[in-house]
């Protein structure tokens, strides 16, 4: 393999080809694989219905977490506005949140003009032929060399050329340069120069993606929303086991299960492999899940299983695993140890009593009651953190139920449908989102045990309460705000939620 920069590339004449690697595909692959093992009927994704009103009535409702391209806040903000109903649909539903369509305010404008609230318009006829398909807007970087030709005159390559000079730096004399082409081209066509000039103005250097990457991104984002549709059980069981990928953590992915009917199940050691796997109606997380149990941990505990018989009681698995102390603590924390005793606290002074490093031999099987002594159980708080610390999730609820009590007015996200626009509100949950797209709005997403509520806060009321907002268990008052078919609640207020020991870390930016 030879590194080379990517103009030197096409200096040299050679043909540069880009090959995204992206866990969607693999994740795919892993849910088809289980649907033939599970049904003995092999799915081709390739032939499946790709204008099945079901899948487009759960994408318009955006039930859209763990789905490839259109599980971000902004996507779920213009999902429900464009209401995809095909393929083309779904390429331009891709397309439009980039940050090149999103410089002229594209965004808006072409739903606006998509629902019939804005006349479709061009600056001049010359424009159609680029942009009659997309009313107007430039989605695609390809319409950009369109116009370049179509209106300025230019050759396709000086085409690419400009396309590829906004994104350059120290660009102003290439971008004088092609304006003056540019603006003789279009002279040449009866364009005038004020109209050249707003034509030109269209053009960034913002990311937009070209049309069939669009189009590929969006047959790859249709097939995830069909296989989540039809068989969640299999596409959430490749989801975790993808993991780390896309926009949410692993437990804000075990609650969208959850809300789908299905259960996230404690790992156990007489029943988990290194992978997810599914038992019944749920998924049995597996070993890799766990904090300090490797790759050769995992596999050591499978292997003596199947070597023997199940585990019969905590002595006889350090036994026969050799397990470390520190590896043994988190197996107990992740519930993994609960087939032995569900006291997770006893079974952890039980791991301490057994355990004896010396030359690493474990201590022999013996009753070891004699120095035991009666511990207070591990209450709700408790049993949540030493999950969250393990695992990085709460297979045995959400945090949020473990507050609510606390909380008395406080509404959860099974209220915001029957609110109105301007009414105040209160609301609580963990992060799992925060994103600033356009550099003016901030957006966070809290989840609580019900759902997800979506906060909006602009720039200079985020930077008053920037230092409260990067805290992960939040209570935000706001005010409710309709738009278009989209639901936000305006931060006002926000206060930390305190008397959690849940082990929670604030969620990064994306």
């Known amino acids: 393999i030879c590194q080379w920069d990517k103009n030197a590339v096409e200096d040299a004449g050679f043909v540069k080809i880009d090959f995204l690697a992206l866990g969607a595909l693999s994740q795919m692959q892993d849910a088809t694989r289980e649907i033939e093992q599970r049904t003995g009927e092999p799915v081709d994704l390739t032939r499946i219905d790709f204008e099945d009103p079901e899948v487009y009535a759960m994408l318009h ?43 002229n305010d594209g965004v808006r404008h072409y739903i606006r003009r998509r629902t019939g609230d804005e006349p479709v318009a061009f600056d001049h006829d010359l424009e159609k032929r680029a942009l009659e398909r997309t009313l107007g807007v430039i989605l695609f970087q390809d319409q950009v060399n369109q116009l370049a030709i179509d209106v300025g005159g230019l050759s396709p390559s000086d ?81 975790l086991n993808q993991q780390p990928m896309g926009f ?15 259960t996230v199940l404690n790992p156990d050691v007489n029943l988990s492999r290194d992978l997810c796997t599914i038992e019944d109606d749920s998924i049995r997380l597996g070993f890799g899940y766990v904090r300090d149990i490797g790759q050769n941990a995992a596999k050591r505990i499978v292997v003596v299983r199947k070597r023997g018989a199940p585990f019969s009681a905590l002595a006889d698995f350090m036994e026969r695993t050799g397990l470390l102390q520190g590896e043994l603590e988190s197996l107990a924390d992740a519930g993994a140890l609960d087939t ?10 039980e791991v301490g009593l057994r ?28 049993v949540i953190e030493g999950e969250y610390r393990s695992l990085g999730m709460y297979p045995s609820g ?15 996200s099974q209220d915001p449908g029957g609110l109105q626009d301007g009414q105040r509100v209160t609301v609580a949950g963990l992060v799992v989102r925060r994103q600033r797209p356009s550099g003016k709005t901030v957006f966070i997403t809290l989840e609580d045990e019900y759902g997800h509520i979506p906060l909006m806060i602009w720039e200079r ?18 005010t409710v705000s309709r738009q278009e078919g989209t639901l936000n609640i305006l931060i006002t207020h926000v206060d930390v939620l305190g008397g959690a020991n849940t082990g929670l870390k604030a969620k990064n930016w994306g």
């Open 340 to 349: 032995f005793n569900p006291d997770r606290r006893t079974t952890k002074w």
């Open 398 to 412: 959400h945090v949020m139920a473990h507050l609510r009590p606390g909380l008395p007015g406080v509404l959860t």
């Open 248 to 262: 949410y953590s692993p437990e804000t992915l075990k609650e969208d299960a959850r809300r789908h009917g299905i």
């Open 61 to 103: 409702r955006t039930d859209t977490i763990g789905i490839f391209q259109v599980e971000s806040a902004a996507q779920i903000q213009t999902i429900p506005r464009i209401k995809p109903l095909n393929l083309t649909d779904m390429a331009r539903e891709v397309a439009a949140v980039r940050p090149g369509v999103g410089a």
């Open 355 to 382: 355990y004896h490093p010396v030359d690493k031999q474990i201590g022999l099987g013996l009753a070891v009651d004699q120095d035991t002594t009666l511990l207070p159980k591990l209450h709700a708080g408790e």
């Open 159 to 239: 085409a690419d050329l400009l396309r590829r000079a906004y994104g350059r730096r120290n660009n102003q004399g290439l971008l004088d340069h092609y304006w003056e082409l540019f603006r003789d081209g279009s002279a040449a066509k009866g364009v005038d120069e004020e109209t050249a000039g707003r034509i030109f103005s269209k053009f960034n250097g913002g990311y937009m993606f070209p049309e069939s990457h669009a189009f590929a991104f969006g047959v790859t984002a249709y097939q995830m929303s069909w296989l989540k549709r039809y068989y969640p059980l299999e596409f959430y069981l490749g989801l």
């Open 461 to 478: 009321e985020y930077q008053r309460l920037r230092h409260q907002l990067a805290n992960p268990l939040l209570k935000v008052q706001g």
